[in-house]
């Protein structure tokens, strides 16, 4: 059958720029911009709890961290097809659940926080996604709502240790003090993800790294490390540059110690080895089209 021999095309137009084709330019770096996160403010839980002055802000008056949608756009449209499953073991608030169902791509988010999954679940219902979104409250390290080698994309922004506290609950990776316990966890995520993967399925995990106690924490690599050691494969690294106020706030402080103010986050991107099968319409589309072409 030709379409075997097919099996493993990422579907892609020659005769079409990328930047259409796809959204973006896919560089190693890249520096998502205003204009790209203004155009889903519908995607941000913060937008509704501001409207109710219940918006949670940090003790110095920013925001709780928030996925940068346009991001998420962009991953979606290049490591996903329309109708894919994406799983997601740290859903946090909305924004990839809200893109990934607007672009028709069914989401599966975890996340252990009672009130966050109340307000998510709330605030999606408010649009006609019935059907293309799952929040589960449970422990997406586990991610045992999940069948063996159901995702086709893996999408998601871990918490950063204990740095950004989010509500205690049971499996709550921002109350784990020690680094070691935390990337044990972390160690866990990584074999499930691979687990839940289809053959050939992405895996883009968006990260950073942290001091802590002066000490520089590693968790990109370390992160590479354990999920390459749980059988995925590296496919990329991209360095996501962050349009961030935090760096001058901290420019003083870093100096006197020579350190540097941390301006940007990784975003790596693994793959399971194995065949990507058409099981969208999108790459089905594109393999009987290269069928009739050959035939
Ligand atoms: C997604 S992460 C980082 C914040 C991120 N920028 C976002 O998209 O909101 C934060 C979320 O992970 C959740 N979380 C922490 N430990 C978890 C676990 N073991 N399983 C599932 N979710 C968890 C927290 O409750 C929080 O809502």
Not at 11 to 38: A, C, H, L, Y
Not at 123 to 142: A, Q, W
Request: with cysteine; net charge negative; glycine share 8%.
């Amino acid at each position: 059958m030709k379409s075997e021999y097919y099996k493993n095309v990422l579907p892609w137009n020659e005769n079409e720029r990328v930047i259409d084709q796809f959204g973006w330019n896919p560089q190693s770096v890249i520096t998502p911009t205003k204009s790209s996160k203004n155009n889903w403010d519908d995607a941000y839980l913060t937008a509704y709890e501001e409207k109710r002055g219940v918006c949670p802000r940090l003790p110095n008056g920013l925001m709780m961290s928030e996925f940068h949608a346009g991001l998420c756009e962009n991953i979606v449209h290049y490591w996903s097809m329309v109708g894919d499953t994406i799983v997601d073991p740290f859903a946090g608030r909305m924004t990839r659940a809200f893109v990934s169902a607007k672009l028709g791509r069914d989401y599966i988010g975890y996340d252990v926080s009672p009130e966050t999954v109340k307000k998510v679940r709330e605030e999606m219902g408010r649009h006609s996604f019935d059907g293309y979104y799952d929040i589960i409250e449970s422990d997406g390290c586990e991610m045992s709502h999940t069948d063996d080698e159901s995702a086709n994309l893996v999408m998601t922004c871990p918490p950063y240790g204990d740095i950004e506290r989010y509500e205690s609950a049971e499996g709550q990776l921002s109350d784990i003090r020690s680094y070691t316990e935390f990337r044990n966890r972390i160690e866990i995520c990584g074999q499930n993800i691979e687990r839940v993967l289809k053959p050939g399925g992405f895996c883009v995990w968006v990260c950073g790294d942290w001091r802590k106690g002066g000490e520089y924490i590693p968790f990109h690599s370390d992160t590479i490390n354990m999920f390459t050691m749980a059988g995925l494969n590296l496919h990329d690294i991209i360095v996501m540059k962050n349009d961030t106020i935090f760096a001058a706030l901290q420019a003083g402080k870093c100096a006197s110690k020579r350190y540097t103010a941390k301006v940007h986050e990784f975003i790596l991107v693994f793959r399971k080895s194995g065949e990507l099968v058409a099981n969208s319409d999108k790459i089905k589309n594109k393999v009987e089209s290269l069928e009739q072409f050959f035939s």
